[in-house]
């Protein structure tokens, strides 16, 4: 049975900072692997999407990173902002089309 | 591109009635999602639907949940005989799969966040 985990549960650091989110999963046979931002009361925004067979996906200050063969995949988020913060949801997909979500990251950016 | 729609947003009812949702996905989207989440987890994954055929649903879906997407664009979901443990929000996504599409990603509605009391 897959399983997703997120470590850490909840991450405060002040303005400016890079940091980084942390994804684990227990099957390495994913088709792929999406990250999620989630406001509170809202739902999911979809950030970056990594194919199994892709290392890596950029977009402006995002950076995510898969390791298929040791069950991994991080977040880096670079000269973080207040408006960053958020949930953030990792989610691995297997062949038959669902999401297998964490329990994700809460990130709070202090100005 | 409108994005996924879901209605109501919020859902009061009392235990042991009906509720309905809907979702209208992008509309050219093939495939529709339907999760659950509740306080301080990830959303879990209930069912699926590629067009109008129903391909998967998961083992959350008892007997008092149905879903339907008749003419493979907007889907419903019934809850019957609501209990307490119904509470939580219920989300809705859709992507667009095929060989020519690839593998894109599934993009979320806001949500319809039920409260049985």
């Known amino acids: 049975k897959q399983e997703v985990t997120q470590i850490p549960a909840a991450l405060s650091v002040p303005e400016g900072e890079n940091l980084v989110l942390n994804c684990s999963f227990t099957?390495?046979?994913?088709?792929?692997l999406q990250w999620f931002r989630q406001d509170p009361g809202k739902g999911l925004t979809s950030l970056l999407l990594?194919?199994?067979?892709?290392r890596e996906q950029t977009s402006g200050r995002l950076n995510a990173s898969l390791d298929k063969s040791s069950g991994r995949s991080t977040l880096y988020i670079a000269a973080s902002q207040p408006g960053d913060s958020a949930t953030y949801l990792c989610a691995v997909r297997r062949n038959t089309g669902k999401l297998i979500f964490g329990q994700g990251t809460t990130l709070q950016v202090k100005p | 591109d409108t994005g996924v729609s879901q209605d109501p947003r919020h859902k009061i009812t009392k235990r042991g009635q009906n509720v309905t949702f809907r979702c209208d996905p992008i509309s050219e989207h093939n495939r529709l999602y339907w999760y659950r989440q509740t306080l301080g987890q990830g959303p879990e994954f209930l069912t699926y639907?590629?067009?109008?055929?129903?391909?998967?649903k998961s083992r959350l879906l008892s007997d008092r949940f149905s879903a339907e997407r008749p003419k493979g664009s907007f889907s419903t979901l019934e809850i019957q005989r609501t209990e307490q443990g119904d509470s939580a929000m219920y989300l809705c996504a859709s992507s667009l799969v095929g060989a020519r599409s690839g593998n894109q990603p599934q993009h979320f509605g806001d949500g319809t966040r039920l409260s049985i009391l």
């Open positions: 099957d390495s046979a994913i088709y792929n």
């Open positions: 990594i194919q199994s067979s892709q």
């Open positions: 639907f590629q067009n109008e055929a129903q391909l998967e």
